[in-house]
């Protein structure tokens, strides 16, 4: 079999590692489901995409140290390749042990586990740590199989979904014995050989292009900075098999030989290679190790040895991350803090089989979060959502995320890869399943996306998908009864289904086939000796529509039989691709048998009358193919449709995104009557059109779906609270935004001595700066230039958040940590105290660790706060000027960014809440009024110990009134509208030209390295160069770089005029 037949493997993520739990309030308990895709055709290759759940547990163990401990956490992984279970497995049983037994061999444990997790050639001392733990594992199961597993010392964290599982691990622990050999040693040099040839013939002269660009998302906030490093390390992997040490005189590692072996199920001569865009560093946060960390901040290296490379350097520090993350897990443990549970079956029949074992109403096999990884790769987002939608627990916390890798093919946008993705309209096929992309209708997201912009724009032209790089593009979906707050808003409209004309359906059907034809063609190519290519490929795309319709059953209500009808009948003629006009003869052989299958199962579901139902919903295509939601609103028996029959004037009034009030006759009229109709999607009820059915006493709505960038108005939509009773005990929840362990995240060094120190921190500007969209930064400086075109609320809360960065880093303005939001005529509103900014490096940003105190009048006129007024006075405070739009802005954003790093529990008193028999409602914020109260007080006074230092009258008058607030950047979201403009990107040389201009270059001459001369002796720290040694610096000012003491003195008449010493003015 040639190369170019063989499976490749992946064993090593290719993003940065993130949490599990990233969606869920602290504290909250979580039941997570984690996949892994086993396989896909690439071409004629095979290819395992990348492994994500193992590095995520550990770090999502280090997200989790030092936070109130969940009353349950419990993580199950699914793969389809027992090798990787199994090496999973085994490696957390040996951090389990924490070096318990000793090596003898002078290495220490954590060696040993980098040494296994990453290394394909590894020491004496680590194959006798996983031979000894292998013969351990497997003579503990011998006899005892599960049961035995289950009472182990292993067993109390480490489970598996049943005994086959178990014994298809067992099968791989006993090929590691035998893999521990000479010869395993040689046939995996081969095999490396043989990926390397692979590899090269796949990138050819690409491949130095590719590799820098392979680590920028690892690399963000700061990924201009990785280039070297991470071509440094992909080298040095391929090379010898390890990042950090030589293969001489070692010996294969057996969990990456078993990963490359053929399964004892398996034939002998199947052949796998390892993924030639593996490089193991790119797992780990490597902004941490870029950026410029505080000493005393988690993750900083202290003590670090001056003589040491770069490279070094940056090693060093993923290791300590490395440690870090498996010692909180080993931490987590113990505390009986975490489970996991190891299922050996390929993902989409891990779904199936869940489902059809599990009741409806159980809550037990329903997960609050399911993470598919880059599943989508192989199967799209359609096909991972109609399989997990139904093990997803009916809750506002609950959330399906997907995730894809490979390219998107032909130059497409964001959103019509999201479309090709979702097979057909993303927006229409999600309704269908009752899910919401949420970050799409919010179009805010805390995470950047800027290095996958930067990707792209570093192409001349669209690449094969198959690069090495890739475009990451992760996206959430939640339940969209939850997403519109209808069990807030209008709790019996919460489980409603959406109705559709037989042929809308159809029509939608016929989208959804031909996006899945296209689907499989693009990613899984059949093998070319297959003669009957067309069949195979036809009953796929029957197979998965037929999985689409039936998921449909529950949220939709239609005539089923003349939908399948119409669709059987009218696709040979429908105005559908070509691909699937060429596949018509074999379709039309299975839609018989798909007719049958279905209606087998729905007998004749028919469109159900209004009934009971006040308010019926309606998806609409219309013949150009655009997509309206229609609101029947029956008003028989009501104030309101009394009035109707009068022929009193109708009136549409919005309420908040989705909800809209309709007026029947005068405001002021005490016989007016009004009806409150909440929909699926946000709109806009300037954009409704009505039509009014006097004799049924009937209101029909008929709102066309909105681009998100319309949408901007609603500061209700930038970050989504929920509060929801029945399942979070009124928790707030934020749909939009990710939980951060502020305490764990490392903190950005601000102490700007020099210029260098300021440079160093220059990629921060950069990123604030990407908040704004290519549209806003056109609205930016229209609003510059022209005084009579403001800027819109949610430009002027990002320019805001833009100016705390700025001034809380020194960048630019000086340097303070100090902010009030002021109102022009109502004053201070809103006091922040920046304690810190830190990397927020699992989605690319930073934040803010901040506290914030509300001004509201009952606490002015307490006088509490006097003293420590007049103290503000006196300090350098900013002054933010915000107008009434924007303070309620911020009103509704705070509470969210509150929530996002909560580590306290609200209380039976929260204001947030409502009690039995309260006529206020249940709300989140409280008022959006200027001095009046929008945080509830349970947060109050909960603080670090002296949190703000020394600021004067902190702890004993301001301290106990503030909160604290994890401030984030607000990015616009790719799919909605252009972040960046890709041909900016393009015309400065992409992320190689950028990385060019953006060198220390020599003051005189402009060398990027340092030029030897014969005896010359220079100071060389801090400067970063090219290639070979790092520029000199000036001694006295540190500033001024060059490549060489020739230049230095020929530049010295110059330069002595304006050197300083560090801290010293002019």
């Known amino acids: 079999m040639s190369s170019s037949r063989r499976e490749q493997v992946s064993l090593f993520a290719s993003t940065p590692a993130t949490s599990l739990t990233r969606s869920l309030p602290h504290g909250a308990s979580a039941n997570v489901l984690v996949l892994q895709s086993t396989g896909g055709t690439i071409h004629t290759t095979n290819t395992t995409t990348s492994n994500h759940d193992l590095r995520n547990i550990l770090y999502t163990a280090h997200a989790e140290h030092g936070l109130p401990q969940r009353d349950s956490l419990y993580v199950t992984t699914c793969s389809g390749d027992a090798a990787i279970t199994a090496r999973d497995v085994l ?71 049943g005994e086959d599982d178990l014994g298809k691990v067992r099968a791989v622990w006993k090929q590691y014995k035998d893999l521990s ?24 002269e690409n491949l130095d292009k590719e590799i820098p660009l392979s680590g920028l998302r690892s690399a963000a906030p700061v990924p201009l900075a990785s280039t070297e490093i991470v071509t440094q390390a992909y080298r040095r992997f391929w090379d010898s098999g390890s990042i950090s040490s030589r293969s001489d005189g070692r010996t294969a590692n057996p969990l990456i030989a ?16 390892l993924s030639y865009a593996s490089n193991p560093i790119l797992g780990y946060h490597l902004g941490a190790t870029f950026a410029r960390l505080a000493p005393g901040s988690p993750l900083y290296l202290s003590g670090q040895d001056k003589s040491r490379n770069e490279f070094e350097r940056i090693l060093e520090a993923v290791k300590l991350q ?44 329903r997960f609050d979060i399911i993470d598919t990884t880059s599943l989508a790769d192989e199967h799209g987002f359609l096909n991972v959502l109609v399989a997990a939608r139904p093990l997803l627990r009916p809750s506002p916390v609950s959330v399906v995320y997907t995730e894809a890798l490979r390219r998107s093919p032909g130059g497409q946008t964001y959103k019509q890869n999201l479309d090709r993705l979702m097979c057909g309209d993303a927006v229409l096929n999600a309704l269908l399943l009752g899910l919401s992309p949420v970050e799409y209708w919010t179009n805010t997201s805390v995470e950047s996306c800027i290095d996958d912009v930067l990707i792209r724009g570093s192409h001349d032209q669209e690449p094969s998908p198959y690069g090495l790089s890739q475009n990451h593009f ?11 707050g209808s069990e807030v808003n209008d709790p019996g409209n919460a489980a409603q289904q959406l109705v559709m004309d037989p042929i809308d359906m159809a029509r939608a059907m016929g989208h959804v086939l031909d996006g899945m034809v296209k689907l499989i063609l693009s990613s899984k190519m059949a093998s070319e ?47 559908i691709s070509a691909t699937l006009q060429s596949l018509s003869a074999p379709l039309q052989a299975g839609l018989e048998d798909l007719s049958r299958q279905i209606q087998g199962g729905l007998g004749r579901k028919e469109v159900q009358s209004l009934g009971q139902q006040s308010v019926e919903m309606s998806l609409e295509i219309e013949p150009e193919g655009a997509l309206a939601v229609v609101a029947r609103v029956k008003l028989e028996d009501t104030k309101a449709g009394k009035v109707l029959v009068s022929g009193s004037p109708l009136k549409l009034h919005q309420t908040d995104p989705f909800t809209c009030t309709i007026r029947i006759g005068d405001e002021d009229d005490a016989e007016s009557g009004t009806k409150d109709v909440t929909f699926p999607v946000p709109v806009l009820t300037d954009e409704i059109k009505t039509h009014i059915n006097q004799k049924r006493s009937m209101v029909e709505l008929t709102a066309q779906i909105v681009d998100p960038v319309d949408l901007g108005d609603f500061s209700e939509l930038i970050l989504p609270a929920r509060l929801t009773s029945k399942y979070t005990g009124r928790t707030p929840v934020i749909l939009n935004n990710h939980s951060v362990n502020l305490d764990s995240l490392p903190i950005i060094s601000v102490d700007n001595e020099s210029e260098a120190d300021r440079k160093a921190n220059s990629w921060l500007a950069t990123l604030t700066s990407q908040q704004f969209s290519a549209r806003e930064r056109r609205e930016r400086e229209l609003a510059h230039e022209d005084d009579t075109q403001p800027a819109s609320a949610r430009l002027n809360l990002k320019e805001s958040i833009f100016t705390i960065f700025m001034l809380a880093s020194g960048l630019q303005g000086g340097s303070t940590g100090l902010f009030t939001l002021s109102h022009p005529t109502e004053g201070n509103q809103i006091l922040i105290f920046v304690r810190s900014l830190r990397l927020d490096t699992s989605v690319g940003s930073v934040v803010a660790d901040a506290a914030v105190l509300p001004v509201t009048r009952a606490l002015l006129d307490s006088g509490e706060l006097g003293e420590f007024l007049l103290v503000l006075r006196e300090l350098e405070a900013c002054v933010i000027d915000v107008s009434d739009e924007e303070l309620v802005l911020w009103k509704r954003v705070l509470p969210a960014l509150v929530e996002r790093c909560r580590t306290w529990e609200h209380g039976p008193g929260c204001e947030y809440k409502s009690s039995p028999g309260d006529e206020r409602p249940a709300t989140i914020p409280l008022s959006v009024k200027a001095e009046q109260a929008f945080l509830c007080s349970c947060g ?30 607000l990015f616009a979201v790719p799919w909605v509208e252009d972040i960046m403009d890709v041909d900016l990107i393009r015309s400065a040389g992409g992320v190689e030209g950028m990385v060019a201009e953006s060198r220390d270059r020599c003051r005189r001459c402009g060398a990027t390295e340092r030029v030897e001369a014969s005896g010359e002796t220079a100071d060389s720290s801090a400067g970063e160069g090219v290639r070979g040694k790092p520029l000199m610096r000036c001694t006295r000012c540190r500033d001024a770089m060059y490549c060489s003491l020739e230049c230095q003195k020929k530049d010295w008449k110059k330069h002595r005029m304006e050197c300083r010493l560090p801290g010293q003015g002019p």
Not at 181 to 204: I, M, N, P, W, Y
Not at 327 to 352: D, M, N, Q, W, Y
Request: negative net charge.
């Open 91 to 161: 490696l957390l049983a040996l951090i389990l042990d924490g070096g318990k037994g000793g090596l003898g061999t002078g290495e220490t444990w954590d060696e040993v586990l980098w040494e296994l997790f990453h290394d394909l050639f590894i020491s004496e001392g680590a194959r006798q740590a996983v031979s000894a733990r292998a013969d351990e594992l497997l003579e503990l199961t011998e006899t005892g199989g599960l049961e035995a597993w289950e009472s182990s010392r292993y067993g109390g964290m480490l489970k598996f979904h």
């Open 181 to 204: 050999t000479d010869d395993t040693t040689e046939v995996l040099a081969a095999s490396l050989k043989q990926s390397r040839d692979f590899r090269d013939a796949e990138a050819g």
């Open 258 to 273: 078993a990963a490359l072996s053929p399964s004892p199920t398996e034939s002998r001569s199947a052949s796998k290679i």
């Open 322 to 365: 490395f440690r870090t993350w498996a010692a909180a897990l080993r931490g987590l443990a113990t505390a009986g803090g975490i489970k996991l549970k190891f299922c050996v079956e390929e993902p989409l029949s891990f779904f199936e089989t869940t489902e059809s074992a599990t009741e409806a109403s159980s809550p037990a096999t």
């Open 474 to 484: 992760r996206a959430s979906w939640r339940l969209t009864h939850h997403f519109f």
């Open 529 to 575: 000796d297959e003669s009957d290519v067309e069949v195979v490929l036809a009953d796929s795309a029957l197979a998965r529509l037929r999985q689409f319709v039936l998921a449909c059953l529950s949220n939709v209500k239609t005539v089923w039989s003349d939908a399948i009808s119409h669709f059987i009948n009218h696709l040979p003629s429908s105005n």
């Open 940 to 969: 109050n006074g909960k603080l670090p110990e002296r949190y703000m230092g020394g600021l004067p009258e902190w702890e004993g008058a301001a301290a106990k009134h503030a909160v604290r607030v994890a401030i984030s950047p």
